[in-house]
């Protein structure tokens, strides 16, 4: 059961450009998101978060959007940079639940 | 910052043998663990929630049996393919988060075990 969905595998932007990755969520108790950044042979590591109790959440080029209604939440990145290129997983955690889901990742390729 | 170590790194063995792969949380402790499976393209699975002192929770369709898991200390959870075949291919992480850390809290992940078995 994928409770949490990225849909796109993959996404190549183009450097200075605005990366934007999606998630959607099945869980209604899901209360708190979370992005991760992966790069190849290592683990996630944590990116930026927002709790549901707001609609977005700013820190430097990354903003997370959270659309409640539509269990939806976006990931943008602006100026995209070679440097972010790599694969992102969303996560959700709920109050009730002391483990945390992911989706199947996107991997991003910011172009030169 | 939170360091996760997980050993080895790589690793191959031959069907039906075990393999060991460890888990520690370097600069804090953890009283959960968590373990996840990556399959090729899909999302991070999770397998378990290692408790210490206790024993595993184990999600739905992961066998206990033939994955071990023990989490002897706050600082160390081990997990075991026992028997293992070659559908256990497979990225393994461990994850941890601070014993005094909310739910909310985000995990700290280790490097990864990409298991091949042949």
């Known amino acids: 059961d994928q409770q949490v969905k990225q849909n796109s595998p993959s996404l190549s932007v183009q450097e200075g450009r605005i990366s934007i990755l999606n998630c959607d969520y099945t869980?209604?108790?899901?209360?708190?998101f979370l992005w991760y950044k992966k790069y190849p042979a290592e683990g996630p590591t944590f990116l930026i978060s927002?709790?549901?109790?707001?609609d977005k959440n700013e820190d430097g080029r990354f903003t997370v959007f959270l659309n409640k209604s539509a269990k939806h939440l976006s990931l943008h990145i602006v100026p995209s940079q070679p440097g972010d290129s790599a694969v992102y997983f969303c996560?959700?955690?709920?109050?009730?639940?002391?483990?945390?889901?992911f989706g199947a990742g996107t991997r991003l390729t910011v172009k030169p | 910052g939170a360091v996760v170590s997980q050993h080895p790194s790589r690793v191959i063995c031959k069907s039906g043998t075990s393999v060991k792969i460890e888990c520690r949380s370097l600069d804090f402790q953890a009283t959960t663990m968590f373990w996840y499976r990556q399959f090729p393209k899909k999302s991070l699975m999770l397998m378990a929630t290692?408790?210490?002192?206790?024993?595993?929770?184990?999600e739905q369709g992961v066998e206990k049996d033939k994955f071990l898991i023990n989490h002897a200390s706050l600082t160390l959870s081990t997990l075991t393919v026992t028997s293992a075949h070659p559908e256990d291919s497979s990225f393994y992480i461990c994850?941890?988060?601070?014993?005094?850390?909310?739910?909310?809290?985000?995990?700290?992940f280790g490097n990864g075990t990409r298991l091949t078995v042949t």
């Open positions: 927002i709790s549901s109790i707001k």
């Open positions: 290692s408790n210490e002192g206790s024993k595993a929770t184990y």
């Open positions: 994850s941890a988060r601070d014993q005094g850390a909310i739910y909310n809290s985000p995990l700290h």
């Open positions: 869980n209604s108790m899901f209360d708190y």
């Open positions: 996560a959700a955690s709920a109050r009730n639940n002391n483990d945390m889901r």
